[in-house]
């Protein structure tokens, strides 16, 4: 499996060969520096770090700076590794920057990003609700989740509800993959991945990208 980190730029529309629209996501991915490479004898298994987008020089903090070194580079902003197979022995060197040219046979990504915060939302939005009945009789309560009575009663195993009770909450900023987008071009002077579909997050969010394990 290929990983690489980016940064969400936005969304546009590109034509394909056929002539049809095609709604695409532009994400700025890599180069990253390998910031560590994890073993099994050292570490009980085996990984590849990767770091991306630097930190300010105001902002650097000393135990960052320290294992930065050991790559020759800079402290970053984004850092996430790529986990191995413990008989795998990972083909880069502490040191080493991986580009986009990783995914130019690659056919269909996979994007995990942190999805839009929408902060506090009622059950109509957050969980689609239908609400109550748009007629008479019904008075301010339209959008209001209905009794839950006994379904979120927890008997024998202390008060409060049900853990995963749909009820109003927190919506938003959680983590999100989307799988198989078609991996549309590779453009390798900007440093650029045009994907087809919405990726996860916001523009200037950031996001990490695999090769699909499926191809479609």
Request: proline share 5%; hydrophobic share 30%.
């Amino acid at each position: 499996m290929l990983m690489l980190l980016g940064k969400k730029v936005g969304i546009t529309q590109v034509y394909d060969e056929a002539g049809k629209l095609l709604p695409v996501t532009v994400i700025q991915a890599g180069p990253c520096v390998v910031t560590q490479v994890k073993t099994v004898e050292n570490d009980g298994y085996n990984a590849v770090q990767l770091g991306f987008d630097d930190v300010k020089a105001s902002r650097r903090k000393k135990p960052e700076s320290g294992h930065a070194d050991k790559a020759r580079s800079v402290p970053k902003k984004f850092v996430r590794e790529m986990r191995l197979p413990d008989d795998a022995e990972a083909e880069y060197k502490i040191g080493d920057s991986v580009d986009v040219s990783i995914f130019s046979e690659v056919e269909f990504v996979d994007v995990t990003g942190t999805s839009k915060g929408k902060g506090f939302a009622g059950p109509m939005k957050r969980h689609g609700f239908g609400g109550f009945p748009k007629t008479h009789g019904t008075k301010r309560k339209h959008r209001a989740p209905g009794s839950i009575a006994s379904h979120a009663s927890n008997a024998g195993h202390g008060a409060g509800p049900k853990k995963g009770k749909k009820m109003g909450g927190h919506m938003g900023c959680e983590k999100v993959t989307t799988k198989n987008h078609r991996l549309i071009s590779v453009e390798q002077e900007n440093n650029l991945l045009v994907v087809k579909g919405s990726v996860p997050g916001a523009s200037s969010g950031y996001c990490v990208i695999r090769s699909s394990k499926r191809s479609s």
